[in-house]
């Protein structure tokens, strides 16, 4: 069974920074891609980032510029740093990985990690 854990989130002041991080454990043959949405409150889920296998990244508007997504393969994990936060940016923010599962490619999804950005 595929699990994606992730950690990271909190509470951070306007103009500070986090880092999120997201591991993938199971039997698989490969991760595809793997990105952060989130949702806050009334709003759907948006994609935040995306990386692909090859490491071709993938930003929303909201978040280009002060944001990096990166993986380390290795370890199963992909991270997500984002500066400069805002009120905005307040949300739940969850993992997807597309996980080649045999000849099929799956979507797997985390529990979601709560960011708050006070103001």
């Known amino acids: 069974q595929v699990q994606l854990v992730e950690s990271g989130g909190g509470l951070v002041q306007a103009g500070g920074s986090l880092r999120l991080s997201c591991a993938a454990s199971g039997s698989f043959l490969k991760i595809n891609s793997m990105g952060w949405y989130r949702q806050a409150p009334g709003k759907q889920r948006e994609l935040v980032a995306a990386?692909?296998?090859?490491?071709?990244?993938n930003y929303a508007d909201s978040v280009k510029g002060r944001s990096t997504i990166s993986r380390d393969n290795a370890r199963k994990t992909v991270y997500l740093s984002m500066d400069s936060l805002k009120p905005e940016d307040t949300a739940v923010y969850f993992c997807?990985?597309?996980?080649?599962?045999?000849?099929?490619?799956?979507?797997?999804w985390g529990q979601g990690t709560q960011v708050t950005v006070s103001s």
């Open positions: 997807h990985a597309a996980i080649l599962m045999t000849t099929l490619e799956y979507d797997f």
């Open positions: 990386i692909s296998s090859g490491g071709i990244t």
